[in-house]
């Protein structure tokens, strides 16, 4: 799976999403414009000491990144999506992908990928949204779920094993 920000805004958002891409083992993919420096304090202050470990990735426009990654399926969360996230099929080359915090999506992609369109289901009357960072988390662990997380935990343990000698 790569999660992809297209023209992300806010750097603690950007690395709290990197942090989620070490802990799932996934890369991050950051199409420019970005609204931050990659070198800021806060940007790897909000990954930790995880940044390190980040399979970050940067390109010039959208056409660079299909280009270089060709994904499988793309998936594009926005609060005009028409189906819900938990309609969605995920596949392991998949993309999902999320706009910037103050303008979602370039304007042409609701036109030029409706059918990929899908919201996080919101049934509080007073949010339009939740916070980039959570709604990347929430999207990447279903993704996650359907591609067989017992998988990856029985893995993790046989490394954590492992590494202790046992």
């Known amino acids: 799976m790569h999660i992809v920000l297209l023209h992300p805004e806010i750097p603690h958002n950007t690395g709290a999403i990197g942090r989620l891409c070490v802990g799932l083992g996934c890369p991050l993919h950051l199409v420019r414009p970005l609204g931050f420096s990659l070198d800021e ?3 790897k202050r909000a990954g930790l000491d995880y940044w ?3 399979d970050a990735r940067v390109h010039e426009n959208w056409d660079a990144f299909l280009e270089s990654v060709r994904p499988s399926k793309l998936h594009f969360a926005s609060t005009r999506g028409t189906r819900s996230l938990y309609d ?3 596949a392991e080359n998949d993309a999902i992908l999320f706009g910037s915090e103050s303008s ?3 304007k042409d992609f609701y ?3 409706c059918e990929d369109l899908f919201q996080i289901p919101m049934p509080g009357p007073h949010a339009r949204s939740l916070n980039l960072a959570t709604a990347a988390a929430v999207c990447m662990y ?3 779920r359907q591609l067989n997380h017992t998988f990856f935990i029985a893995e993790k343990n046989t490394l954590h094993r492992l590494a202790k000698g046992l």
């Open 52 to 54: 390190q470990h980040l």
């Open 142 to 144: 279903e993704a996650w």
């Open 104 to 106: 979602g999506l370039p």
């Open 41 to 43: 304090r806060n940007l």
């Open 88 to 90: 969605c099929c995920f």
């Open 111 to 113: 036109e030029r990928y």
